[in-house]
């Protein structure tokens, strides 16, 4: 079974300030994915990675792609109250027949 | 575009009880996934759909089972409630299988006593 970790579980910064949420898989996969869910919301899509070195940026959130070391990274730049969520990576077995969730980052923003 | 949507919203269930959940996907998406959100287990993928058949499925015991109807709609059941099947049920669609970009619903929150 693949297991996907996400550290920090619980990050608390400052705004202004900049921060990595990191996410390790356990096994092959060429995709991964973020999402972003607010307190008793849906989970809302940020970005699809689909290959080695892949790298998107939406605003203050940048994404990357590491398949060699299984690990992708989100970095949040100059942070504002805003993006106050749980950020969750997934990742499907290659195959489509399985999708899996980290664990997910709280993520909390202090004026 | 409308988004995907569920209902109920939000269900309240004794133990021993049958809940059956429904989804509507996006227009044109023809995968339809639902996963389970607990605090204590995360996120976890229970089962896709595909042109009405169970294509793929996750480590969930029978009692979760669901279909789907030729317009693509889908419906989650889930049979002898037990007080763990307590969580936030999210239904997502795409437009062919699991490694396209999935598009999640609001969820159906569904509390068992």
């Known amino acids: 079974e693949l297991k996907v970790e996400q550290n920090p579980l619980f990050l608390s910064m400052q705004e202004g300030k900049n921060y990595t949420i990191y996410c390790n898989y356990s096994t092959t996969s060429d995709r991964l994915y973020w999402y972003r869910q607010d307190p008793g919301k849906s989970l809302e899509s940020l970005f699809v990675l689909l290959s080695n070195g892949a790298v998107k940026q939406e605003g203050r959130l940048m994404a990357s792609l590491d398949t060699k070391a299984r690990l992708s990274t989100l970095h949040i730049t100059a942070a504002v109250h805003d993006l106050s969520a749980t950020y969750f990576c997934?990742?499907?077995?290659?195959?489509?027949?399985?999708?899996?969730f980290g664990t997910g980052t709280s993520l909390t923003v202090i004026p | 575009k409308a988004g995907v949507t569920q209902t109920p919203r939000y269900l309240i269930k004794t133990r021993g009880q049958q809940v059956t959940l429904s989804c509507s996907p996006i227009s044109g998406h023809r995968s339809v996934s639902w996963y389970q959100q607990t605090p204590g287990q995360g996120l976890q993928f229970l089962f896709e759909y595909f042109s009405e058949t169970q294509r793929n499925k996750g480590n969930f015991p029978g009692r979760f089972s669901g279909r789907q109807f030729s317009n693509s709609r889908s419906e989650m059941n889930v049979s002898t409630l037990e007080l763990g099947d307590s969580a936030l049920y999210l239904c997502?669609?795409?437009?062919?299988?699991?490694?396209?970009?999935?598009?999640f619903g609001p969820g159906t929150r569904l509390t068992v006593t």
């Open positions: 997502a669609s795409s437009l062919r299988d699991l490694l396209d970009e999935q598009y």
């Open positions: 997934a990742v499907d077995m290659g195959t489509g027949n399985q999708f899996y």
